[in-house]
């Protein structure tokens, strides 16, 4: 591959998009910059990702012939049966990912944490890919512990919004331990605002334990015995053994192709699946004809939208423990009996009991460097488990929220297994040059909103902040969510045609997209307007 005019990172977060890019500029590769982001993501924005989460990443390095996902799901501790918590069943979310139990046992506190992958993940990629020593890359993040970070208005907004369809608020779970009250409120026990600062002096100690001992620390070292120290004196699942057997899962990307171009994406649990499922769905359409977020424009993804959902929640899980028909969703042949059924004005139904919605707690990093590597990861929390163990200053994953308590189910809770999630890390090649490195958080949300921004590209071939801040739509119910940007009298013609329409008050819900787009060896990249971050030319 020719070398690119400059390099380029999007991220959700301004000192983490910063930091990845001065690694660039000082002569680090996609994935330096990507770790060295991602770790200070955790810092700054630390219910939306960290060392304790999970995730997905896909490394595309062209001179070095590679080209792979890396797995990082959380899995279920091995003292988890399938029959815990199946009478504690209250209801399911709308969007289909999480459950509310009796309890909150699942949402909130040690019984919610499910084993960490991130930290393992970014260790394991920069090791092998990366150019730099690893205290470097992890200096940054130190660097932003020890002064501290302001608080943003994205962060603020997710602390204080309310609880959805009967989840805890985000504030509940920052107080739920002494150090997460130190940590986020004021001594009279008021949340901070936005402008103050959120000193943690506990998360530097434990960053600088990172940098001189690798992730074995984590996993095996002093750290572990802490984390086991603190699971067994509150009743938490997470045991040493599951630390130290935790492996991340390597794979070839998920490929498929959409109208001449390569799409590149995240194999199961992850929803790269969903992605080229839809994407074939579409592609039997003349969407441009159509006419981008039109009523007819609107129904048809919507449809797909639907379709690629029943399929995901009847037959998508954790391939260790699921028999998942890859071949069989992703064939073309498959997608052209689908879209028949559009076409024949049929409308899908999605089976759902009535519930909330799955948390959006989640980040993205994208990057490209000079010579085209390139680096697509996204992370979280899922919903944070609002456990922070005394001393390290960083929060829990609360991944066992999303599991099914019911048996025999794809995403039902048995040992070591991860749940499905929507992240879905994504490129788009054509001629075996990079076209598109893009990604998002957004919980259930995600794959929704990457399919949008990169049909944006790929059939409207709309520049790359125009293919982010267009206003998109989800259906992941029979209900098709719009924008509040989205005018009425195309909804108007929705509703007139039966469908239900709820409208959002916010003007980019849906995914909060990142990305970049390469034309002519020229990269130029977007943050989406929901998060407080920025994409940056190096």
Request: charged share 20%.
């Amino acid at each position: 591959m020719a070398k690119l005019e400059n390099a380029m990172i999007s991220a959700a977060q301004p000192e983490a998009a910063e930091a990845g890019a001065r690694v660039l500029q000082r002569g680090g590769n996609a994935v330096d910059a990507a770790m060295a982001c991602a770790l200070v993501q955790g810092v700054v924005d630390p219910q939306m990702c960290g060392i304790a989460g999970f995730g997905s990443l896909q490394v595309h390095l062209p001179g070095q012939g590679v080209h792979e996902c890396i797995d990082f799901h959380g899995k279920t501790p091995a003292a988890a049966t399938p029959d815990m918590w199946e009478k504690r069943v209250i209801s399911e979310t709308r969007d289909g990912f999480g459950f509310i139990l009796e309890g909150r046992v699942n949402e909130v506190g040690h019984q919610s944490i499910t084993v960490p992958g991130s930290l393992k993940a970014y260790h394991e990629a920069q090791s092998e890919w990366g150019t730099w020593d690893w205290a470097d890359i992890v200096q940054p993040a130190i660097e932003e512990a020890d002064r501290g970070f302001v608080i943003r208005p994205h962060v603020y907004n997710w602390w204080t919004e309310p609880g959805l369809f009967g989840r805890l608020e985000t504030t509940d779970r920052l107080r739920h331990t002494e150090d997460g009250r130190r940590i986020y409120f004021r001594p009279d026990g008021t949340l901070k605002r936005p402008g103050e600062r959120v000193e943690n002096p506990d998360m530097a100690r434990t960053l600088r334990r990172i940098a001189e001992g690798g992730a074995e620390v984590f996993y095996t070292g002093d750290i572990a015995e802490e984390i086991v120290a603190d699971m067994r004196a509150n009743g938490g699942l997470l045991s040493a053994e599951d630390l130290a057997a935790f492996r991340t899962t390597r794979v070839q990307p998920m490929r498929g192709s959409y109208r001449g171009f390569e799409v590149a994406t995240n194999q199961p649990p992850g929803g790269g699946i969903m992605l080229l499922q839809m994407l074939n769905t579409l592609e039997a359409f003349d969407l441009a004809a159509m006419g981008h977020n039109s009523a007819d424009y609107i129904r048809t993804v919507a449809e797909a939208m639907k379709l690629a959902t029943i399929d995901k929640e009847a037959r998508v899980g954790d391939p260790a423990f699921v028999d998942v028909p890859v071949a069989e969703l992703t064939d073309k042949a498959y997608a052209a009996a689908l879209a028949t059924r559009i076409r024949a004005g049929e409308k899908a139904h999605v089976p759902r009991l009535q519930g909330p919605q799955e948390s959006k707690q989640t980040t993205q990093v994208s990057v490209i460097d000079r010579d085209g590597n390139a680096v697509s990861m996204t992370h979280s929390l899922g919903m944070p488990s609002g456990v922070i163990t005394p001393g390290l200053g960083f929060m829990y994953n609360g991944c066992m929220a999303v599991f099914d308590p019911r048996q025999g189910r794809a995403g039902s809770i048995a040992p070591g297994k991860s749940r499905f999630s929507a992240m879905c890390p994504s490129m788009v090649f054509r001629d075996g040059e990079a076209r598109l490195v893009i990604g998002a958080p957004g919980g259930t949300q995600i794959v929704m909103g990457v399919m949008q921004a990169m049909l944006n590209v790929l059939e409207f071939d709309m520049p790359i902040v125009d293919a982010i801040v267009q206003p998109r739509f989800s259906a992941t119910s029979d209900i098709i969510d719009v924008s509040n940007r989205i005018p009425r009298y195309v909804t108007d013609v929705l509703a007139a045609d039966g469908y239900e329409i709820q409208r959002s008050h916010l003007s980019y819900p849906f995914a909060g997209v990142h990305g970049i787009r390469i034309d002519g060896g020229r990269p130029t990249g977007f943050a989406d307007p929901n998060h407080d971050g920025m994409a940056l030319l190096v």
